[in-house]
């Protein structure tokens, strides 16, 4: 099946630094990838859809320069977390629809649990 | 924006028992889908439903569609000890709106 691999699973750093978190779809193109947010105990937040060689599109009450995303190549989207805050700590995961090979649905990488201290 | 509820948040049974979760959504739907989610991990997929169709099984799953109620259901028939994870319940606009999701435990 389709694999979306989700780097770094987990990441801890000081306030003030930014942070990228990369999402690769490994055997098949994503023209479309989506990034989540994930509080304990909570559901999945959309926060933004990251489309390949154009801007992403985000969720209402999401700030764009604080969560960067590129997605420079069909397979690779990358969301940056700028100037990270304590509050920002928190699970963030990504998924993909592998399109032709299973319409519809969305593979999701493993999560990156962001702690900043 | 979260699109409906699901209930129970929590939900504790025995193994063999079978597991109930339900959802509900706000809108208009083209399929409603089921994932897991192990504690900590990403989401696995588990089953689509058209917005056509009332019922659908895979495995030891069974799940039913109700577009009148706006209301979907899965069962876990059998359930075992490795079913213990987050379900949750996804309406596809283009892109998916989960429900708050239910926590089920399976005691051995």
């Known amino acids: 099946g389709a694999v979306v691999s989700q780097h770094p699973s987990r990441v801890i750093c000081k306030s003030g630094t930014s942070v990228k978190i990369e999402c690769r779809s490994l055997d098949f193109q994503a023209t479309t990838m989506f990034w989540y947010r994930q509080f304990p105990k909570q559901s999945l937040m959309l926060m933004a859809t990251s489309n390949e060689g154009s801007k992403a599109t985000y969720e209402q009450g999401v700030e764009k320069d604080k969560f960067l995303i590129n997605h420079a190549s069909l397979t690779l989207s990358t969301l940056t977390v700028t100037s990270a805050h304590p509050e920002d700590s928190s699970f963030y995961i990504c998924s993909a629809p592998p399109g032709q090979k299973a319409k519809n649905i969305q593979y999701f990488g493993a999560g990156t649990r962001l702690s900043v201290l | 924006s979260q699109q409906g509820e699901e209930d129970p948040q929590a939900l504790s049974i025995q193994e063999g028992e079978n597991a109930t979760m339900n959802c509900s959504y706000k809108?208009?739907?083209?399929?409603l889908q089921w994932y897991r989610q192990n504690s900590g991990r990403g989401l696995v997929h588990l089953i689509l439903i058209r917005s056509n169709e009332r019922e659908k099984h895979s495995g030891r799953l069974r799940v039913t569609l109700d577009t009148s109620k706006k209301s979907s259901s899965l069962l876990i028939t059998a359930s075992r000890a490795a079913d213990t994870a987050s379900y949750f319940c996804a309406t596809d606009e283009g892109k998916l709106i989960f429900g708050q999701g239910t926590e089920l435990s399976v005691k051995p």
């Open positions: 809108t208009s739907i083209n399929n």
